[in-house]
């Protein structure tokens, strides 16, 4: 997709966009820069739609935002973060962010983004694409690149995100060198507040690929930092000739992200119990005398465990409690078929699931 092309497509959307087409006038009217960036011009590049509404304003912001908060008719509040100062406001359920480059200038506040993917522009008044770091070009090789050398050192969680952009866009890898530096700035993940790990880690479950994604995470030394609680799972083996419990959990996590329900809140459930459903097994390890693992009341332990991860990520109550349930009953399935499920047994394994059969 060319410069040109995603300048059109974009200019489509801009127009059907009645959030965009206010931000645009005001725009217009008051002489100021405005750029919607990130999300929404990557993915009208890759052909996919996109709600995300985050901008960027240089000159003339001040008076930009008092437009839009007069034609919106609501009040946005503006906060700082990392240097950077963002005015917020959210319509019809719709968040918008402006990020205010007035003083560092629109080329500056591209090149301080994650990776050049992300560091495009959609300028909506002359509708032209700003581009200082060749996004563009980079995500047409499918390639992640950093808009200079120092961005994962200035915020950690992008080496986290190149895992999640890993996940997202399958056909991506990294540039040459940047999974050494992911590799490097890995162990400062632990320094990153935990609700950003957080969301973090729920967006590469919620891509097409997570398992992709996981993988990247073990690779690159990021799963201590993130989830300690599954790093023993790459050196546990469930037998001779078997992948370690950690493959077998990516691969079941693979096999889960094939199914799509139709409530995205759903798939997160599945896709979390999926990830720790095997989490006890390092704890529960034990050799028989016949030589074999056994890993007798790892479900149990493990719904424990699930409920203590899930509870320092910070997640939601009815989350934790319907991952844990699923950790505690996945064994269930596998029984009931070995030993002959009658329906009063698949009756009573959709009561405790509570809805999550």
Not at 7 to 18: E, K, S
Not at 116 to 122: K, L
Not at 299 to 310: F, K, M, N, P, S
Not at 322 to 349: F, N
């Amino acid at each position: 997709m060319t410069a040109d092309a995603t300048a059109r497509r974009l200019a489509r959307r801009a127009a059907r966009d009645p959030l965009l087409r206010v931000l645009r006038d005001a725009a217009a009217s008051t002489g100021a820069e405005l750029l919607l960036v990130g999300g929404a011009v990557r993915d009208a590049a890759l052909g996919r739609e996109c709600r995300d509404l985050d901008l960027v304003a240089g000159r003339g912001s001040k008076r930009l935002l008092e437009a839009v908060e007069t034609r919106l008719g609501t009040r946005g509040f503006r906060f700082r973060k990392r240097g950077v100062t963002t005015w917020r406001t959210s319509v019809a359920g719709r968040e918008i962010d402006v990020v205010d480059a007035a003083r560092r200038g629109i080329d500056a506040d591209l090149r301080r983004r994650d990776f050049t993917i992300n560091a495009v522009g959609y300028d909506l008044v002359r509708r032209r694409i700003v581009d200082p770091t060749r996004g563009l070009r980079d995500l047409e090789r499918g390639v992640l690149r950093l808009p200079r050398r120092d961005a994962i050192a200035d915020d950690p969680l992008r080496a986290l995100r190149a895992a999640r952009f890993l996940a997202r866009l399958p056909d991506a890898r990294l540039a040459a060198g940047l999974d050494r530096e992911v590799a490097r700035h890995a162990g400062r993940l632990r320094r990153v507040s935990i609700e950003r790990i957080r969301d973090e880690l729920d967006r590469l479950l919620g891509s097409p690929d997570p398992a992709r994604g996981l993988r990247a995470i073990a690779r690159l030394g990021m799963l201590p930092a993130v989830l300690p609680e599954l790093a023993p799972t790459t050196t546990c083996v469930a037998g001779a000739g078997r992948p370690s419990v950690w493959e077998h959990t990516v691969l079941a996590v693979e096999a889960a992200s094939r199914r799509r329900s139709r409530d995205p809140a759903d798939d997160l459930v599945l896709r979390w119990a999926v990830l720790l459903h095997d989490v006890a097994k390092p704890e529960t390890l034990r050799i028989d005398p016949s030589g074999r693992p056994t890993f007798h009341g790892h479900e149990v332990l493990g719904a424990r465990r699930a409920d203590a991860i899930l509870s320092r990520l910070r997640q939601p109550r009815s989350l934790r409690r319907r991952v844990a349930r699923l950790v505690l009953h996945h064994l269930r399935p596998h029984h009931l078929v070995e030993s002959g499920a009658t329906p009063r047994a698949i009756r009573r394994l959709a009561r405790d699931l509570e809805g999550d059969a």
